[in-house]
């Protein structure tokens, strides 16, 4: 598989007709028990090229939080050291090559992140030590430039990540008062007792945002997109609401009264609790909206487009007591969704975003997308349901400004889903409408991933994704995620041998009778 790269740079835009893929960069292949940003990923890179693909779409790539999601992290701006490619730290002098021999040989499609971490740690460690003895104090101009460019959250990560290590809690509320309060003279003893720790988290950052812009440099180059995804929320425990606790809805003592889910709905009949802090909404407007603005600029330079998840809360939250623990009770609260985006436009003067509009919808929720020109979400899988939405998502209802999905991280996979499918279909259970899937599908079991594939390729939609489960016409076990399910998930892994000539040359076909080549 030969790189196919083209002398100009013609990026896509969400206005072209054109495809992608969906894989997480944790799913690479790879010798050392996760994916990262070394060689897979440019090859991964390769096989979008040669496949006619023009985008590749990932969850976010923030440090990992509990049960492993991408979706809870320390800190919203920051990159997960995992994906920091340890032969790029060989080619830097930073390790020897007899430093990093493959270790023991594991399952090839699933995530071992302890054993990741494990690994990993002692050896960035190893290269941390040999670029402070190169450097001396650190002087490197390149590494001070990335500080300087990264000041507005670099620091207080930092501090957040020695803090919570040092008090063994990453839940700051419970931090000695000066600490948690963020006292100027408590800041200052850490920093000084803590130098040398301070600057290997941010080296290790440094080397992050080192590599990624070289993959993206290259995927530029083969005229391939990237598209990031930024949850609206943020975690409690993470440096975000410790640094800018004046912009979320906290008690006195840092603790929450009120926190973020979902109500009950067609999905999800007990709603969803998810935890999460609440924004001080007027603090935020009486601020320009600056906390959102630096975050999206700061995403807008790590992808091309960027997928807003739950665009619902730009418009209105669902307000939870947090002593409750239960979605079932709670209350609509407005959000000034307009207002900020008009604040985003007139500063970043572009919004390369993709709205993910799932869910119980109002209408206010599309007036808003439409307003600003974003192109919302269509799940064909949603299209056989038997709830009211269900047409919404077949491609009658379709527009151009919209992109479509065989399914995303949260769904089964197509073949799975069809498995599904065919047994509520068997015993006459009225979840899916097995009948209409049949007809308007109308494909074999065998291949009924590709007939899903194609339906959404020749759709009006200007953008078509498929997750890489369903162009591998994988099973339910290569599910990446079950909502509400706090165990098991996003541990699957792709099998280098999976992009064969084979499935370049099947899925460039496709593309191309789709009328969707570069």
């Known amino acids: ?88 730290l060989v080619k830097d002098g930073l390790l020897r ?62 501090l957040f990540c020695v803090l919570a290590k040092k008090y063994k809690t990453r839940h700051w509320q419970n931090w000695p008062s000066d600490t948690r309060r963020r006292k100027k003279t408590a800041l200052a003893e850490v920093r000084s007792a803590f130098k040398k720790e301070l600057d290997f988290i941010e080296f290790l950052q440094f080397k992050f945002f080192t590599q990624w812009s070289r993959l993206k440099t290259y995927l530029n180059a083969l005229n391939i997109g990237l598209i990031g995804d930024i949850p609206f929320f943020v975690g409690h425990q993470s440096s975000d609401v410790w640094a800018k606790q004046k912009y979320f809805r906290l008690q006195r003592d840092g603790s929450l009264k009120y926190v973020a889910g979902v109500p009950p709905d067609y ?3 007990a709603g969803q609790f998810w935890g999460n ?8 407007q009486k601020d320009g909206f600056n906390w959102w603005i630096e975050r999206l600029r700061h995403i807008t330079t790590l992808f091309d487009v960027v997928r807003l998840d739950h665009f619902i809360g730009f418009y209105r939250y669902w307000e939870i007591k947090a002593e409750t623990r239960s979605a079932r009770k709670g209350r609509f609260r407005k959000t000034p969704g307009r207002e900020l985006f008009q604040a985003i436009k007139s500063t970043l003067g572009t919004l390369p975003f993709i709205a993910e509009d799932l869910g119980t919808v109002v209408p206010e929720v599309y007036a808003l997308r439409d307003e600003f020109g974003l192109p919302g979400m269509r799940i064909l899988q949603f299209g056989f349901g038997n709830e009211a939405s269900a047409p919404y998502h077949l491609p009658y209802s379709y527009i151009p400004n919209s992109v479509v999905y065989t ?49 959404t390729m020749k759709s009006v939609a200007n953008l078509s994704i498929f997750p890489m489960q369903d162009i591998l016409g994988l099973n339910e076990k290569a599910r990446m995620n079950i909502p509400g399910e706090a165990a098991g998930n996003w541990q699957w892994r792709l099998e280098d041998k999976s992009l064969t000539k084979k499935l370049i040359k099947r899925l460039r076909k496709e593309t191309q009778t789709s009328n969707r080549l570069p």
């Open 277 to 284: 802090p609440l924004y001080k909404w007027p603090a935020l």
């Open 407 to 455: 399914g995303t991280h949260d769904n089964n996979t197509v073949v799975g889903w069809y498995g599904d499918a065919l047994k509520d279909g068997k015993e006459k259970i009225r979840k899916y409408n097995f009948n209409l899937c049949q007809d308007y599908i109308g494909a074999e079991q065998a291949t009924f991933h590709w007939a899903m594939i194609r339906e």
């Open 97 to 158: 090559k007899s430093e990093i021999v493959t270790p023991q040989t594991v399952s090839p499609n699933r995530i071992y992140y302890q054993k990741a971490r494990r690994y990993r740690e002692p050896r960035l460690k190893t290269a941390f030590e040999r670029f402070t003895a190169g450097n001396g104090d650190l002087e490197s101009s390149q590494f001070n430039q990335f500080r300087s460019e990264h000041k507005y959250w670099l620091e207080d990560f930092a």
């Open 267 to 269: 999905y999800c009949p």
């Open 1 to 88: 598989m030969k790189p196919r790269i083209k002398m100009q740079n013609n990026l896509p835009s969400l206005k072209d007709r054109r495809s992608g893929l969906l894989l997480h960069l944790s799913s690479l292949p790879g010798p050392y028990y996760c994916g990262d940003l070394g060689k897979t990923a440019f090859k991964f890179a390769d096989f979008l090229s040669a496949g006619g693909q023009s985008w590749w779409q990932m969850l976010p790539v923030n440090p990992i939080g509990l049960g492993n999601s991408p979706y809870t992290t320390t800190c919203s701006f920051a990159g997960e050291p995992l994906y920091i490619d340890l032969e790029s």
